[in-house]
Each structure stands twice: as structure tokens, then as C-alpha cells.
């Protein structure tokens, strides 16, 4: 493959069969996916940090990596409005930076080979344990649809990563609206997509990237979706944006935007 070239991969994506107790779902599509993971137990979504660990050194000394580009539904079934049933991984050849070339040890690589073979996806409730936070509510006034059923709940002491972080699941939509995220990590991706299904809810999209942020704007651009607000939290902490480009990307000017910034530890908000 040269360089720049793409693997790219089409594939079933696995609903929850265990965590549907309560939630719209269709009993074909369960039995159907009962049996599709009898045959395959695992999917794409199993491999991404191998994907993204592997390094090649070509005959000529020349490092070579794989880069995620972008990890999102097929758009042929976004278009007609079906599940998630159907992932479409992207991978880029390119060059990897010889001083990051990490030399795998025999552990390492069976540490490697177990994160497959001992998969586990992030708990059904983990959403649970989301703080409420100023984002939430910013985002959710803008939607102008908002669940209330989580206004009284006191989320106990946090047990996973979902923990002080914007939780999409809260937010609904109606016939006109989408909610599309673009996920920071290959745990939270995974999650959502599993948790979307097992809502049954269409009108929530999700993207893995790792790619500048403006490239995960390119599949809804592309399925036709106008984006009317756009949201994201230190965004300007890792990347440069210029609003020209920004708008340039969505095609809208009256798209709002909302670049948040967020305090990391109790201290730093102490400290300013």
C-alpha cells in the first residue's frame, strides 16, 4: 500500500443483547444479532487501539503507521435512517515518527492480544455517573428539547470515565433534529454506539477521529445534514480555529458556536 493509500472496513455493528430490559427494541433484530455474535464475537471496534499501535519499518528504514481517519456509520445507511447496524472504519498509511517507534516486548504484545481476546465494552449505566454540568445545560437550551428525568438524580461516587463529561444521551431530539458527536475516545465511541442501539434512538450519530476536529464535520456535510450549533471543550487547547474555516466547512453562517473552555482539577479552578 502506498502512502496516503486507505484500508477501509465495512462491518456489522453488534447491539447489546443483554441490556435491552426496558428499552425499544425489535425482536428480529436481536435474534438476528444473537446469532451474528455466535458467529463473529467480536467487530471492528475490538481492535482500535491495535489498529492505532502498530508501527511497520519498510526495507528501506522507513517507519510506517496506521491512522484513524474517521470511524463512523456507513452513509448509505444514515441516508435511509437505519441503525447503527453497519460500521465504516477509514485507515491512513503514513509516516510515523522514528522516535515513537515503541519496541514491543514479549508482555507487551500478550498485553496487546489479551485487550482482544478479554474485550469488554464500557457498563450499560455508565452514563449515569455523568456530572451535570454548565455544558449540558448550554447545549440542551440550544436543542430546546431537554429530558428532565435526570434533574433530581445524585449521581454517586464516579466509577467510570464518563464521569465530568457532556452526556449526549440526555439530550432529545425531534423529527428535524440530530444530535452528532464526535468522540475523543475509542472507549467512549464504543459505548455510545452500544448504548444508541440498545435505545433504538436514529436521530444520534456518533464519530471516532483522529483527526483534526474540522474533518469530523465531513460525513455530516456529506449526508446533507445542515449543522446548527456546533459545541466542543478545549477545542483551542490542541488545535487552531479560524472562524473563516470553520464556516467554510459548514456552509451556514448562522450556525452558533460554542468553544468551552473547562478547569481539569478542583485546584486550577481554585487558582484563576
Known amino acids: 500500500m502506498k502512502e496516503d493509500g486507505c484500508l ?22 436481536i435474534v438476528e444479532s444473537i446469532s451474528i455474535l455466535q458467529q463473529y464475537p467480536r467487530n471492528i471496534l475490538s481492535y482500535l487501539d491495535v489498529i ?3 508501527r511497520i519499518i519498510d526495507e528501506f528504514g522507513i517507519a510506517w503507521q ?3 481517519d474517521v470511524l463512523t456509520s456507513s452513509p448509505t445507511y ?5 441503525e447503527w447496524r453497519y460500521l465504516m472504519l477509514r485507515a491512513r498509511k503514513c509516516r510515523a515518527n522514528t522516535n515513537d517507534i515503541k519496541i514491543w516486548k514479549l508482555n507487551g504484545m500478550k498485553h496487546l492480544l489479551n485487550k482482544i481476546s478479554n474485550h469488554m465494552a464500557l457498563p450499560s449505566n ?13 447545549f440542551s437550551s440550544e436543542i430546546e428539547h431537554y429530558d428532565n428525568k ?5 449521581p454517586p461516587e464516579p466509577k467510570t470515565a464518563w464521569y465530568h463529561r457532556i452526556c449526549p444521551f440526555r439530550v432529545l431530539t425531534d423529527y428535524e433534529t440530530v444530535i452528532w458527536c464526535s468522540e475523543p475516545s475509542s ?3 464504543e459505548y455510545s454506539i452500544e448504548k444508541v442501539n440498545s435505545y433504538g434512538d436514529k436521530k444520534m450519530f456518533f464519530i471516532y477521529s483522529n483527526a483534526h ?10 449526508a446533507n445534514y445542515v449543522i446548527k450549533v456546533f459545541m466542543s471543550v478545549d477545542i483551542l487547547d490542541n488545535f487552531t480555529l479560524g472562524f473563516n474555516h470553520f464556516l467554510k466547512a459548514i456552509g451556514v453562517e448562522l450556525t452558533r458556536i460554542f468553544l468551552l473552555g473547562s478547569y481539569k482539577t478542583k485546584e486550577e479552578k481554585k487558582e484563576s
Open 8 to 29: 477501509i472496513f465495512n462491518e456489522l455493528c453488534i447491539p447489546s443483547t443483554d441490556n435491552n430490559k426496558g428499552r425499544k427494541c425489535y425482536k428480529p433484530i
Open 52 to 54: 492505532e499501535s502498530i
Open 66 to 68: 496506521f491512522y484513524i
Open 78 to 82: 444514515i441516508t435511509y435512517g437505519l
Open 126 to 138: 455508565c452514563h449515569q455517573y455523568a456530572e451535570k454540568s454548565f455544558a449540558d445545560k448550554i
Open 150 to 154: 435526570y434533574k433530581d438524580y445524585k
Open 187 to 189: 472507549h467512549f465511541y
Open 213 to 222: 476536529p474540522m474533518d469530523a464535520l465531513n460525513p455530516p456535510c456529506s
